[in-house]
Structures are given as C-alpha cells and as structure tokens.
C-alpha cells in the first residue's frame, strides 16, 4: 500500500524576515493559536444583517 502526502504548503516569503507574509499580522496570529488549541475553526457563511 502506498502512503500520500500533502505537497508542503507554499505562500509568498518576506525575504527580509525567512517567514510567510502576514506571519505577525495579530488576526492570523490569533487564528493560529485557536486553531493550535481547540483543533478545529467554527465560522458561519450567512450574514445575520440581511
């Protein structure tokens, strides 16, 4: 049996930094750590102003 994997993830370098653009952008960050301790993002698609 074979095993697959994921291609590693790609996304635009901040040559000066070695890191993704946005890494210390505070929303992404906090995403980040949500995402890091629940496991798991719960959004909604629907705008409730409508």
């Known amino acids: ?3 697959l994997f994921s291609p590693a993830p ?3 370098i901040d ?6 653009v946005g890494s ?6 906090e995403m980040n750590n949500e ?3 629940k ?3 719960v959004t909604t698609a ?3 102003t409508s």
């Open 1 to 3: 049996m074979n095993t």
């Open 46 to 48: 629907d705008d409730p």
């Open 24 to 29: 210390n952008d505070p929303f992404f960050l």
């Open 15 to 20: 040559p000066a930094t070695g890191k993704p």
């Open 39 to 41: 496991g798991f993002l």
């Open 35 to 37: 995402l890091a301790d």
């Open 10 to 12: 790609k996304g635009i």
